[in-house]
């Protein structure tokens, strides 16, 4: 057979890939492990009793915006990555711009609050439960995108990891806000960050071994 009439008859084979068959993919791994850690959260927490009139207040606001920002920064990040031909890391230097905010508006709230409140607030009363919750609460989410990548070809595994453990942080760490009643902007800028810190740690050691194809 002619090398021709081989390839011939092995893209006849072939069905054409859409175009957006990679944020198909990644939406239902996102959209999948999203909702088994929205089920846990109410599940095994339970929603916060103020959960409507939690969401008309700026400070619960303010924790929202800045997980989901974090989420929205990595998924944007995870989309690159999945590509063969991704190069870098895909922009999740632009985690530092909603990191580097909170922390300003945390330093605001400390200027404005005696000292002797300080250390209350930055602990408030679940400091010893909340990263360890988060990073666990990311996990299906985590699990979603690896399913993700089973079809794609992401060939910068470590960066492909550490942004998917990310994604799976940020948007684990805005449901468990849905539970949490802490909003301060210190509490959240440690407790949450460490937290979502987990999961990318994780995707950053571990992203070689479990993407490989």
């Known amino acids: 057979m002619r090398t021709e009439d081989l390839i011939q008859s092995l893209s006849a084979q072939t069905r054409p890939v859409p175009q957006s068959a990679v944020e198909q993919r990644l939406a239902i791994g996102l959209v999948a492990g999203g909702a088994v850690t929205l089920a846990l959260v109410v599940a095994n927490l339970g929603l916060r009793p103020d959960l409507p009139g939690a969401l008309m207040n700026a400070r619960f606001l303010m924790k929202a915006a800045y997980t989901v920002a974090l989420g929205v920064v ?38 404005a609050t005696p000292s002797e409140h300080w250390v209350p607030m930055w602990l408030g009363s679940s400091w010893r439960q909340c990263s360890m919750r988060v990073g666990v609460l990311s996990l299906p989410i985590f699990a979603g995108l690896l399913w993700s990548f089973r079809q794609l070809a992401p060939t910068n595994l470590r960066a492909a990891g550490a942004a998917a453990g990310l994604a799976a942080g940020a948007f684990g760490a805005a449901l468990y806000g849905l539970h949490c009643p802490e909003v301060s902007a210190s509490f959240v800028v440690t407790w949450y960050t460490l937290g979502i810190a987990i999961p990318t740690a994780i995707g950053a050691l571990f992203g070689p071994q479990l993407l490989r194809w």
Do not use: M
């Open 74 to 111: 990595a998924i944007l990040a995870v989309h690159h990555v999945a590509r063969p031909d991704a190069a870098g890391s895909g922009g999740l230097w632009r985690t530092a711009v909603p990191l580097a905010l909170l922390a300003a508006l945390a330093g605001v709230e400390l200027a």
